[in-house]
């Protein structure tokens, strides 16, 4: 506990019921303006489709309302509070200019419908994102459609698929890194593809013989992620997409991590053929307690006659329109054109950085994941002593002698006032702990992690228990996820 | 931090990457831009984007007044800044305010349980059917004609791979449901019915009806709500088995078209089969109340291939917005704020059936309404535009067989003058100028080539 006070101390924090208990009748928020026009019959319009009960819908004032969801925000930790380590989460600073121009009148109110001749604002903000993370990539092409990265996953297979259909033969399988994401997998299902696990090498890597003895005609593509999900860079990855190549397959990047690699390597160089990226990852959109997010998905030359409808084109005279005749289409994966307000704000990320801030980004994004590596090196077992890139896995293998697991240790971080690192994930690490602090991380706060890191693993050694019933400051402790699955209490119920 | 590494330049951090693989250049993106040119950026493209006009646009994205409060509140750092609540202990008010979302979502819907959202009503409709797919083991789908032809067009991408059919059912002279049609589509193999309610043309379909030809021939009812708001004065569709609701009219901004959310809401029994996230109660080790994300044994993260669906993001942040939009109006506030909608709309509908015919009066509406003309809908429109009025959507696309039609909304920011402004325009016919030719005739081509596929 020495370094606890540091980062953190106790404070009192209000309590607050569910909304439906504040509730009580005749209380209201809302005003409507008088009406304009004749008052209507609902009987006469409506007759048995008319509702006559809303429920036990609340009925609550102002104050609050915004008492109520104040409250509950106190009992969150974010990134605005300090440093977020999710490893393959990529929780940076998100920035609050981006989110004042999302609310720009013409813009937060655009109808999709709208006609293109005054919409020219959002397909200019459309075409000049779509430029950018062209050559952020590196890739030909681009389809901001998709609403999150597992959605651009399913967009990326679905045009891997219509791609080996069209030469005759649509293949039987995907091959998967056991490294991978669970999304991976479970995309490759949603198209009707079988998945095949592909193992790594001792160094966390693609094990190449392995890949050149399960590749053959029936792969349709493997899902790769690289820096792969160990935070190591997959060095071979020329040979692996010169194997997949060779036999007909597709590379398709999952741009998870495409945080280790903006301005200083592209995808599209290496040998990539398809990939998505996470707007609410690398490109700093917020999070926002699990979305929205948004995964375009950019592509290279032989993949575009297939991208969802419809397509953003110029016009002779310069304006823009969407093109919506595109027979070789996989379709629609969204109505309308994608999660727009999120382009906004990573097309405003991209401005503020500029080519050298973008390159900057990733470069620090490194160092500090680097630099946390060496200051827990010894402390925690490093079970891959393969460079790290934007992310660094430890193991639980040392404190787990002492019967403490990942779990434990990323609780009682939470009594030091971080949030934890990403547990048990990969699963080819058992008792991972994957800790990503991106590059908004100062050194100053990077050092108190690593203090709490070390206090926590002398805690281990002294006074386990304190460690595994952690944590000890937080408003509810470890709460019975067992109960919770076995009798799902899903809503509030009123009390009869 | 380079000497406390071990390294002496940056450089030497990405020597793992292939000396050919790195870029050697800057990236050709513009110069960092300062705050204030990025402000004046987007205020440009805003002034590019409609801002000023009045507009008659529904057709799934709705112009409704979103209270201040919405986004004083979501813009909280502790709320805008937090991940996915994994962490129990320190997510309680994000899960606290999902499990009021799921709560309120099925109050307002008539189901037992919903899911924390889904990315929008097109895709919550499309994994809606999946759910009723696995549910019942038939395979084959059908679809209304009213459906939203984009949620149509989603519904066909998801559907290619999972080997499911999908047949087209038409509606009637009142633009519901072709019962009889209905009835005969539906054979051994189908798993689901997916219809829209209002539907496309902001009818209110005869759910009872359809819920008992579709159960009788033993598959489900799936019902997308597009126009969140009509729950407020129109019955929601208890006969259904699964709702799957765009739940954007409730608080969250048209936006150009997203971020929306998304919902699933079901009943009780089918909650092992439904997909996306889901906040349960439980207790601490000290007995006190509290919420964690539960029945994960369904998601891609544990069951990998074998999941009942892959998303893994949902909308938590705009479910938000939906949630305080529904805490603001409340249980009384909701049916007034409904029943102005259909005050407008039965206006605005009067209005123009003064100079146009209005499609598909036999049923009830709710806050949208088609008008047929003599003139092509785009001429009018083009009219409308220098008025600075964005007129119904032209439908010629999506329907060729309802000739000259356009779909009109109004909702409670649609004032009378607005509307009375747009009917005027709509009978007045001047000579088309030569310069509007080219234009019209790319959109005949545009047509044409809709009409062929």
């Known amino acids: ?496 | 931090m380079l000497k406390a590494i071990g390294l002496r330049s940056v450089d030497d951090l990405f020597a793992p990457i292939p000396a050919e693989y790195r870029l050697n250049r800057d990236l050709k993106v513009p110069r960092q831009l300062a705050e204030s040119e990025i402000v004046d950026f987007f205020r440009e493209r805003s002034r590019e984007n409609g801002e000023g006009y009045t507009s008659f646009l529904g057709a799934g994205a709705y112009a409704h007044y979103r209270p201040v409060i919405i986004d004083s509140l979501i813009s909280r750092g502790e709320f805008l800044t937090a991940y996915t609540p994994y962490q129990a202990e320190i997510s309680q008010g994000t899960l606290q305010s999902i499990f009021e979302f799921q709560s309120m979502i099925c109050e307002l819907t008539g189901m037992e349980v919903a899911n924390a959202s889904m990315y929008d009503g097109s895709t919550a409709a499309a994994e809606a059917v999946m759910m009723a797919v696995r549910l019942t083991g038939r395979r084959s789908v059908v679809v209304a004609r009213s459906l939203h032809p984009e949620y149509r067009e989603v519904l066909a991408t998801y559907a290619t791979h999972q080997g499911m059919p999908l047949t087209v059912t038409g509606f009637g002279d009142d633009g519901r449901l072709n019962l009889e049609e209905l009835e005969m589509s539906i054979t051994a193999e189908t798993g689901c019915v997916l219809i829209q309610s209002p539907n496309f043309f902001g009818t209110i379909e005869d759910v009872a009806s359809i819920a008992e030809i579709t159960h009788n021939k033993g598959a489900m009812l799936v019902v997308s709500i597009a126009e969140a708001v009509s729950l407020g004065i129109v019955e929601p569709p208890r006969e259904a088995d699964v709702i799957a609701m765009e739940a954007q009219s409730l608080g969250v901004p048209l936006g150009f078209g997203g971020p929306y959310c998304g919902v699933i809401a079901t009943r009780e029994k089918f909650v092992r089969q439904m997909p996306g996230r889901l906040v349960g109660q439980t207790v601490d080790k000290q007995g006190r109340r509290g919420f964690v994300l539960t029945l994960a044994t369904r998601e891609q993260h544990i069951r990998r291939e074998k999941a009942t669906s892959n998303i893994c993001t949902n909308q938590a942040l705009v479910a938000l917005m939906v949630n305080i939009f529904m805490t603001v109006y409340g249980k009384v506030g909701l049916r007034e704020l409904a029943k102005q909608n259909l005050a407008k709309t039965a206006y605005a509908a009067g209005e123009f059936a003064k100079h146009g015919k209005i499609l598909f009066g036999g049923a009830p509406r709710f806050n949208e309404f088609v008008v047929q003309t003599s003139e092509d809908s785009k001429a009018i429109n083009r009219r409308l535009l220098e008025h600075r009025i964005v007129g119904g959507l032209p439908l010629k696309k999506f329907y060729p067989e309802l000739g000259n039609a356009a779909l009109w909304c109004s909702t409670e920011l649609t004032t009378r003058s607005a509307i009375d402004g747009a009917v005027g325009l709509l009978h007045e016919r001047p000579a088309q100028a030569a310069k509007e030719r080219p234009a019209q005739e790319k959109e005949k081509k545009e047509e044409a080539a809709e009409v062929a596929r």
């Open chain 1, 1 to 496: 506990m020495k370094h606890l006070t540091r980062k953190a101390s106790l404070q009192v924090n209000q309590n607050e019921g569910l909304i439906f208990e504040k509730s009580s009748p005749g209380k209201a928020a809302w005003k409507l303006p008088p009406l304009d026009v004749p008052e209507v019959d609902t009987v006469k319009l409506l007759g048995a489709s008319e509702r006559k009960d809303l429920g036990s819908m609340p009925e609550v004032s102002e104050i609050e309302i915004i008492r109520h969801f104040t409250r509950l925000s106190t009992w969150n930790y974010a990134i605005d509070l300090g440093m977020y380590p999710l490893g393959s989460c990529t929780m940076k600073y998100n920035p609050r200019v981006n989110e004042a121009v999302a609310r720009v009148e013409g813009i937060a109110n655009g109808h999709p419908y709208q006609p293109e001749i005054i919409s020219q604002g959002a397909l200019r903000i459309l075409k000049m994102l779509s430029e950018q993370l062209i050559e952020i990539t590196g890739m030909d092409a681009i389809t901001l459609q998709p609403a999150a990265g597992a959605h651009g996953e399913m967009t990326g297979l679905l045009m891997v698929r219509a791609f080996h259909q069209s030469k005759g033969n649509a293949r039987k399988k995907i091959l998967i890194p056991d490294s991978a994401h669970g999304t991976n997998p479970a995309t490759a299902a949603m198209v009707n593809y079988a998945v095949e696990n592909l193992k790594s090498d001792p160094r966390g890597m693609v094990d190449l013989a392995a890949l050149e003895a399960q590749m053959n005609e029936d792969v349709a593509a493997l899902m790769l992620t690289n820096p792969n999900t160990l935070g190591v860079f997959e060095q071979d990855i020329h040979k692996i997409a010169d194997i997949l190549h060779a036999k007909g397959g597709l590379l398709y990047m999952d741009g998870a991590n495409m945080n280790a690699l903006v301005g200083k390597v592209r995808p599209g160089d290496f040998g990539v053929d398809v990939m998505h990226l996470n707007l609410h990852k690398t490109f700093s959109t917020p999070h926002g307690g699990g979305g929205p997010g948004s995964g375009p998905v950019a592509i290279k030359k032989i993949l575009e006659p297939f991208v969802p409808t419809p397509v953003l084109v110029t016009n002779p005279d310069g304006t823009l329109a969407f093109d919506y005749n595109r027979p070789q289409s996989v379709g629609r994966v969204r109505a309308f054109y994608g999660n727009f307000g999120m382009f906004v704000r990573a097309l405003a990320y991209i401005q503020a950085n500029g080519p050298d801030g973008l390159r900057q980004t990733t470069e620090d994004a490194v160092l500090n994941a680097n630099y946390i590596r060496k200051g827990l090196e010894g402390t925690y077992d490093l079970p891959y002593s393969t460079p790290t890139m934007h992310e660094v896995v430890f193991s639980d293998k040392l404190q787990a002698k002492k019967g403490v697991r990942t779990m434990d240790i990323a609780k009682r971080l939470i009594d030091y006032g971080f949030h934890p690192y990403t547990t048990a994930f990969p699963l080819i690490v058992p008792g991972a702990l994957m800790i990503e602090p991106t590059e908004s991380e100062s050194v100053e706060e990077m050092d108190l992690f690593i203090e709490a890191m070390k206090s926590i693993a002398e805690e281990v050694e002294e006074d386990p228990q304190t460690v595994l019933d952690a944590p000890h400051s937080t408003r509810v402790s470890r709460l019975d996820e067992t109960a919770a699955a076995r009798k799902p209490v899903l809503r509030w119920k009123p009390v009869v």
